[in-house]
């Protein structure tokens, strides 16, 4: 047994705390590994697959019980969400020493610390400080629905329809032709400066149902970092902003998946509403006729707004017309013989 072993802290991964022990005793942590009794690997593989005899080898150097060490790794995780949990820390607590990698930190649908609640950043990126406290605790609502739905999509505890597979290939599918950036959405240049980047002003940006569920995403990202990438990998390869809104996203779809997805639909052009209206097959039949009626009803209040529009702009030119000939009838009429 190992002279001197680090208690592990609070939600710390396996992968993390064998570094620490390997580095409290000055070994590469393959050979500290290799140390223990377990041949040489890599020590991530560890967090998906730690039998019973490379747990007992461990508990038996470290002092810790079996389940004490299964508790440090990911196997609570389904194989198909494997892909999204990072090798190392994908996001930090401010208040966390260093040095800590705690499990809830590889996940990209985790945004507070469970250690101290506060929210976590990205080392040396703003992130989330482009919204507003004002805007993050509304959003906090649909952040925590949506993550806590993805939490337990990963670890099969989720029954909730459309799934969360399902609700992010609508998501992150494109709902309109792609377009350079719009002039709202391009910085303030010079005339020489907008010469020196027209490769950047005139690039295609994928336009995603995401900037509609969520406009407040849409007002704060980067032009250029908006798209994220389709289906699962949107989670696992996005940034912190990008996870934070696929998590609202999913959230605001969960509580009303007929509002958003027809305001989404309605927003759409033809080739975008027949990209949505193929990833909608896979919801629920009754579901897709819900949608189908709110866009219907949508789409005929706003023929009927513009219709009415019309017709009052056309009366009030009728009735300037009429006014401004009686007035010159009026006006000439002395003159006429």
């Excluded at 993390?16 to 000055?26: F, K, T, V």
């Excluded at 400080?129 to 925590?144: F, K, P, V």
């Excluded at 709202?184 to 900037?211: C, G, K, M, V, Y």
């Excluded at 009626?293 to 529009?309: C, D, E």
Aim: overall charge positive; proline content about 7%.
């Amino acid at each position: 047994m190992l002279p001197v072993v680090l208690k592990p802290e609070p939600d710390e991964r396996l992968s993390g705390w064998l570094g620490r022990l390997a580095q409290l005793y000055g070994m590469p942590i393959d050979a500290f590994l290799e140390c223990c009794g377990l041949p040489r690997g890599e020590v991530n593989d560890l967090e998906w697959r730690l039998g019973g005899g490379e747990g007992a080898l461990l508990a038996a150097r470290t002092g810790l019980a079996v389940d004490e060490l299964r508790a440090m790794t990911f196997a609570d995780i389904l194989p198909n969400a494997r892909l999204m949990v990072a090798r190392g820390s994908r996001y930090a607590c401010p208040l966390c020493p260093g040095g800590i990698q705690r499990k809830t930190t590889a996940l990209p649908w985790s945004f507070w610390c469970p250690v101290h609640g506060v929210r976590l950043t990205t080392r040396g990126v703003r992130a989330l400080e482009r919204l507003s406290e004002t805007q993050l605790m509304m959003l906090d609502l649909n952040a925590r629905a949506g993550a806590l739905r993805l939490a337990n999509w990963a670890r099969g505890r989720d029954e909730g329809l459309p799934s969360v597979p399902q609700l992010l290939d609508v998501l992150t599918a494109r709902h309109r032709r792609s377009s350079p950036p719009s002039l709202a959405e391009q910085p303030r240049l010079s005339l020489e400066a907008r010469r020196a980047n027209h490769d950047f002003l005139t690039r295609p940006i994928a336009r995603q149902t995401l900037l509609v569920v969520v406009p407040e995403y849409d007002r704060v990202a980067p032009v250029l970092a908006k798209p994220v990438r389709a289906g699962l990998f949107s989670l696992a390869q996005g940034s912190l902003l990008q996870n934070y809104a696929l998590a609202v996203g999913i959230g605001r779809l969960s509580v009303d998946p007929v509002g958003y997805s027809a305001a989404v639909l309605l927003a759409s052009d033809r080739e975008g509403e027949e990209r949505l209206r193929g990833a909608l097959r896979a919801w629920p039949l009754t579901l897709r006729r819900r949608i189908y009626v709110r866009l219907r009803r949508l789409r005929s209040a706003r023929s009927g707004t513009s219709s009415g529009a019309e017709r009052t702009g056309s009366g009030r030119k009728r009735g300037q017309s009429q006014k401004l000939r009686f007035i010159q009838s009026h006006n000439y009429a002395p003159g006429i013989s």
